[in-house]
């Protein structure tokens, strides 16, 4: 049993696994969760609880299937301008879709971490086939071997266009990939030198796509430069004809031998989960297992979820939400089945967070820079926009569906209304200070209809709580 | 760790400043003014002047994200160095805006060049840096923070400013300058420039969507969480700057609703000028506005994309001079351009693909209220340095040294650091 700042979490009578745990896990390794699911994760204890997440199905056919359905009913599939391509906009909704709804929503978390890790920008030539091809790359190993990961990346169409590789060639070798590779994706800037870059992108000259509609990886011997290099010390041997693809490879596996990658990929999955300033006693033990279980993402997640440290009370509601967090958040824990109808990938592009656009290959920044000025009217608006849209009865497709009478339990109170939503919402009650304001405001507003529902909806939706986890 | 006593200040005062330290920095913005249920009516004859000075000049920063290729901006025409290493993106002599015997203009910035003509245009040659690695990332925090070595600064050179006025105005018993006296348009988060220990500059991603009219709400006015844990922090910096941010949305609703005095193209950049230009003419007691323009990372198919790029830049650039112009301002405001570095003199392939790696020297150009011409230094292209990139002759600090002093009116030296020599391309 390890101890230090992995030593598990045992429940015992004065300490036990309880509903205030159970919430922690899922707003942190989930997207939230509905009332169901939540009383189930503290019926199956902690252990069950933590493989709920971390252990779960790789296949959902039926979910793929609906997911994919929902998307088409949500608008035209095909964008007109470039048949034969889905609207980006669709691919956006129909990941929001299956944040919410899906049962396994660590794969989720861990298909966005993976986008914000390897990060790549749609646009005129990286269309919406090539983003959502990369998407699903993330999804299949998204809590594999990371190992496997970046080989699928290093040859993924998306990323070989984005980062240039596709025109990498031996007479004119482009850096763009092979500086990527080495700062963002494995060990972090400044633990290499400008000779390793050129060196790295020689290794990689020839590996390109097929043709410039770029729908499948080739490599292409007759542009790759034949000599031998050194990165990082090792000297990478020469290969000329099929064998030059190898180069490649063998660059992407001593990159993972360096001592920097594991705590650099563990300092990462940490700042995802768990803190946005890790411990560094924390990350060298993530990094720990990530080298012993040969880079497995998996069993990463579940030493963190498994920990003493991760559950320390202190730590609830310290974690500031990626806009795409928070709104599959709010909408799974409300139970807002269709939330597409409200444009979530408007509010989190208002938010600073456009999926398939990150600002730039580093990704999104995480911790206090969601803490701004943008971030916090956009979510005050989509506040106000779900408690003016929300309907009594819920319907499958057409006006965004969340039932108000259930949502309180028939509630009239203002105190009472705002438990209800606070305890489905955040699970957890507000501070006695804020529900009390709160409810004040919520008792002046006449009782006719849903006017006191809605008016509690939106104060918590907008509210500064609602942004941590 | 946020003490208990700006805890209460935020609560009761009109603004409140904040209190570094801690494991990362913590800004406090203004904060606590009470948005009530409909914010009222923009008031365009109500002018804020800097608190301080009354001093209205403002500064532009236009950052042109992913390292412009200074060589094809600010073309040496004459120069065989030039020509030998670029057989395929050097710009033909014969379509160079001509500025002297061995200067000009890339083709695209046509209007940049009416506006030399017209005594409104400056370059800081060879401005970059030595000593950064080559990452945008880690060099874009560098320059935007100010820092003399590799590694950034926890704060931004403009933060920093913003911080000494703050605290000077609170030791002369005066009041806090504007929430609005640096600002971001155009970026999702705040960039690090603006970064400062007791301010915390609002990020307009888009000035229409966020001055749009907004209802009142049951928690705008709850009272804020009070206490030291960990959560009760976090807290309490999200209900400050949403209350900063719902101040500085009444504010800007004033600017948001003036018209354009000219015709801005419909780029991204053109929008973000267009917005500068009516946050500038609102007279809100703005004295930096930070905005951004991006994709000049141009390893690929440069030729085509940076003329594209330069275009946008130049049009944008003339609507906005326009702009300043029939405000009257013109005199009064100072466009500084500034990239986190240059690109390599050789180019990197063939043909229409080719492009251009990362480097180091690169240019920055000035505009509005400069000495017109050339200053810094031109860098050697014979005498490149071991990766291949021409060096970078002038520190780029040593602009904004140029800039704290002959117009922010700040001592540089406290600002950056001792010894960082001004470049006087500034006409204050």
């Known amino acids: ?50 493989a709920t997440f971390v252990d779960f199905e790789e296949s959902d056919p039926a979910f793929d299937t609906l997911a994919h359905e929902t998307g088409g009913a949500i608008g035209d599939v095909a964008d007109d301008e470039r048949p034969g391509q889905p609207l980006i906009e669709n691919v956006r909704l129909w990941w929001i879709f299956r944040m919410v709804h899906t049962r396994a929503p660590l794969r989720e978390k861990l298909t966005l971490l993976w986008h914000d890790h390897f990060a790549c920008q749609e646009n005129e030539e990286l269309r919406a086939t ?25 040859r993924d169409p998306a990323m070989l266009m984005y980062l240039d590789n596709r025109i990498n060639v031996a007479a004119h070798p482009n850096e763009n990939w092979a500086r990527e590779l080495m700062e963002l994706f494995t060990l972090g800037v400044d633990r290499y030198t400008q000779r390793d870059v050129v060196e790295v992108a020689r290794c990689f000259t020839g590996w390109t796509t097929e043709d410039d509609a770029s729908t499948a990886f080739v490599f292409r011997p007759e542009r790759h430069d034949p000599r031998d290099k050194v990165v990082l010390g090792k000297t990478i041997t020469g290969r000329s004809g099929a064998d030059g693809v190898e180069e490649g490879h063998e660059v992407l596996d001593h990159l993972l031998t360096r001592e920097e990658s594991a705590p650099f990929v563990a300092r ?69 089945w269709n939330v597409h109808a409200l444009r979530p990938e408007s509010t989190t592009r208002a938010m600073g967070m456009h999926l398939f656009r990150p600002p730039s290959v580093a990704g999104w920044d995480l911790g206090p820079a969601w803490a701004n000025a943008a971030a916090a009217l956009a979510r005050r608006d989509f506040a106000e926009q779900l408690s003016r849209a929300a309907h009594a009865h819920a319907r499958p497709f057409g006006a965004p569906a969340l039932d108000l009478d259930a949502l309180v339990r028939g509630a009239r109170g203002g105190r009472s209304i705002v438990r209800a939503i606070a305890a489905r919402l955040l699970l957890a009650p507000l501070s006695p200070e804020r529900e009390a304001a709160v409810a004040e405001a919520v008792d002046g507003v006449s009782a006719g209809g849903h006017a006191r529902v809605r008016a509690a909806l939106r104060a918590l939706v907008g509210a500064s709580e609602s942004g941590l986890a | 760790m946020i003490d208990r006593r700006s805890l209460f200040r935020i609560g009761a005062a009109a603004s409140a400043w904040a209190l570094g330290g801690g494991r990362v920095e913590r800004w406090i913005g203004d904060a606590g003014r009470r948005e009530h249920d409909r914010s009222p ?24 994200y992913g390292g412009n290729d200074g060589f094809n901006t600010l073309v040496r025409h004459g120069n065989d160095d030039y020509r030998r290493a670029r057989p395929n993106l050097a710009i033909p002599r014969a379509s160079v805006l001509p500025l002297d015997d061995e200067r000009g203009l890339h083709p695209s910035l046509r209007r940049t060049r009416e506006w030399w003509d017209r005594g409104a245009v400056a370059f800081v040659e060879g401005v970059g840096s030595d000593r950064t690695n080559l990452s945008h990332f880690k060099s874009d925090a560098v320059w935007q923070s100010g820092a003399a070595g590799v590694t950034e600064m926890r704060t931004g050179w403009i933060g920093r400013w913003l911080d000494q006025r703050i605290e000077a105005d609170l030791a002369d018993g005066r009041p806090e300058p504007s929430s609005l006296t640096a600002i971001s348009i155009g970026r999702d988060v705040l960039p690090v420039a603006l970064r400062a220990a007791r301010a915390r500059p609002p990020t307009i991603p888009d000035l229409d969507a966020f001055t749009r009219e907004r209802d009142g709400c049951a928690l705008d006015q709850a009272p804020v969480m009070r206490g030291e844990s960990r959560a009760q922090r976090e807290l309490l910096e999200e209900d400050v700057v949403l209350r900063a941010a719902l101040e500085a949305r009444t504010k800007l609703a004033r600017a948001s609703e003036l018209p354009a005095l000219a015709d801005y193209p419909g780029t991204e950049i053109g929008r973000n000028l267009r917005s500068v230009g009516k946050v500038l003419r609102a007279g809100l007691g703005t004295r930096v506005v930070y905005t951004t323009m991006a994709s000049f990372d141009t390893h690929t198919f440069q030729a085509e994309e940076h003329a594209r790029l330069l275009h946008e830049l130049d049009e944008a650039l003339n609507a906005f001079l326009h702009d300043l112009r029939a405000q009257g301002r013109l005199e009064r405001t100072l466009v500084i351009t500034q990239s986190e570095f240059g690109r390599r003199l050789a180019e990197n392939g063939v043909g229409v693909e080719a492009g251009t790696d990362h480097g180091r020297a690169s240019v920055s150009f000035a505009l509005g209220a400069v000495h017109a011409g050339f200053h810094g230094a031109a860098p050697s292209f014979a005498d490149l340095d071991a990766d291949g990139n021409v060096r970078a002759p002038i520190d780029f600090r040593r602009v904004y040294a140029g800039v704290l002093r002959d117009w922010l009116g700040a001592d540089p030296a406290s600002v950056l650091a001792a010894g960082v020599e001004p470049l006087p391309f500034v006409r204050g």
């Open chain 1, 1 to 50: 049993m390890p101890s230090g700042p992995l030593e598990p979490f045992v429940p015992t009578a004065a300490d036990p696994w309880d509903r205030d745990r159970a919430a922690h896990l899922a707003r942190r390794a989930g997207f939230g969760a509905s009332a169901r699911e939540l009383a189930a994760l503290v019926d199956r204890g902690f252990e069950s609880a933590v």
């Open chain 1, 130 to 154: 090539l983003m959502l091809e990369q998407n699903r790359l993330f999804r299949r190993h998204a809590a594999g071997s990371f190992r496997e990961l970046l080989h699928g990346v290093a």
């Open chain 1, 268 to 336: 990462k999955i940490a700042r995802w989960f768990h803190d946005d300033q890790p411990d560094e006693e924390l990350v060298d033990a993530l990094a720990g297992v990530l080298r012993a279980s040969d880079w497995s993402v998996r069993e990463t997640v579940r030493a963190l979820f498994r920990s003493r440290a991760f559950h320390d009370p202190a730590r609830r509601f310290t974690f500031r939400r990626t806009p795409v967090d928070w709104i599959a958040s709010t909408a799974r824990s409300l139970g807002v």
């Open chain 2, 41 to 64: 009516r923009p008031n365009v004859a109500r002018v804020e002047r800097d608190s301080r000075s009354g001093d209205d000049r403002t500064l532009v920063i236009l950052q042109l």
